[in-house]
């Protein structure tokens, strides 16, 4: 990329002060660690973390299975890792990611590598803890969560893979609860998990907008253009449709439906309000967007429990 690699003065005066962190209270040497792996940003935790807990509940309910804890993929963090590994010199040159940790140079690229081997390590041990089945989905997600960094140089809608790895837990939840996947199911809440994605990430990528196209970087921030808000509604009507389906393939009641609805209020309510030029809006998405997840949960774990005390 070379000359095209420059930070754009555009936004620059929005990120020279940037907000201090919990992460900041660490010891120096340990900071630059906790940022390549966004725990201060708890809110792609909880993203990656929903359509594994539907899953999980969806499935214990079919299945009047006792609950099983849902937890979000120590993997999130490697796929950050990775991420910043491959777009080191992109990173620099945006002003949202200039201060991360390889683009500042505060880790080298040997110390993020042993940092990935860590964190992979740990991730593939929990998923030999699962069932067979379950561990060879689980080792089939590295494949995308390796990939996705390389869509954002190649193809205009990278969002879609970014969700097709945040969505895998749809699958890999109701396999480590049933040893199997019943596929016309939890396709349909795979699918509108990757709409959901594509939904939020859309939103959260518009403040990098102009930077993008100077540094070549692919995304539906850019694609959508003018047209980004009527074409969100869309994803999202085509979101809700297809969780709602998969709710009605496994034999939900009222409570999983109530929760969708407060849930698709609550997206309406983000796309209606968010301001695409201003930063702290476009940022503030991908928290607010958490709640979407969360009532979908709620309703899912009311039915659940509601079938729990009659049986």
Not at 17 to 22: E, N
Not at 181 to 192: A, C, E, K, Q, T
Not at 218 to 240: E, K, N
Request: glycine share 6%; net charge negative; hydrophobic share 50%.
């Amino acid at each position: 990329m070379g000359d095209k690699l420059q930070i754009s003065k555009l936004h620059l005066q929005d990120y020279l002060t940037p907000t201090a962190t919990w992460v900041d209270y660490l010891p120096s040497n340990l900071c630059p660690y906790f940022y390549l792996a966004r725990v201060h940003r708890p809110s792609g935790i909880l993203l990656l973390f929903y359509p594994c807990a539907w899953s999980v509940t969806m499935t214990c309910y079919a299945l009047s299975a006792p609950m099983m804890t849902a937890l979000p993929s120590v993997l999130r963090a490697a796929g950050c890792i990775i991420d910043d590994m491959w777009d080191k010199d992109i990173d620099a040159a945006t002003s949202r990611t200039r201060r991360r940790p390889l683009a500042t140079g505060d880790l080298s690229m040997i110390q993020a590598f042993v940092f990935l081997i860590l964190h992979l390590t740990f991730g593939i041990w929990l998923f030999t803890q699962l069932n067979d089945y379950s561990l060879i989905l689980g080792l089939s997600s590295l494949v995308l969560v390796v990939l996705y960094p390389t869509m954002k140089r190649i193809i205009d809608w990278p969002q879609a893979v970014l969700g097709m790895c945040f969505s895998w837990g749809s699958f890999l939840g109701t396999a480590s609860v049933a040893g199997t996947v019943d596929w016309h199911i939890y396709i349909p809440l795979y699918m509108g998990g990757v709409c959901w994605t594509i939904v939020y990430d859309t939103c959260y990528a518009r403040q990098d907008r102009e930077e993008d196209i100077i540094n070549g970087v692919h995304s539906t921030a850019v694609v959508f253009g003018d047209q980004i808000r009527p074409i969100l509604v869309m994803f999202s009507c085509v979101l809700c449709s297809l969780v709602s389906c998969a709710g009605v393939l496994n034999g939900h009641g009222v409570p999983f439906f109530i929760g969708m609805a407060l849930g698709a209020h609550h997206l309406v309510r983000i796309i209606a309000k968010i301001d695409f030029e201003n930063k702290e809006s476009c940022d503030a998405v991908l928290i607010n967007n958490t709640w979407f997840g969360f009532w979908v949960w709620a309703g899912a774990m009311v039915d659940y429990n509601i079938v729990k005390m009659q049986s």
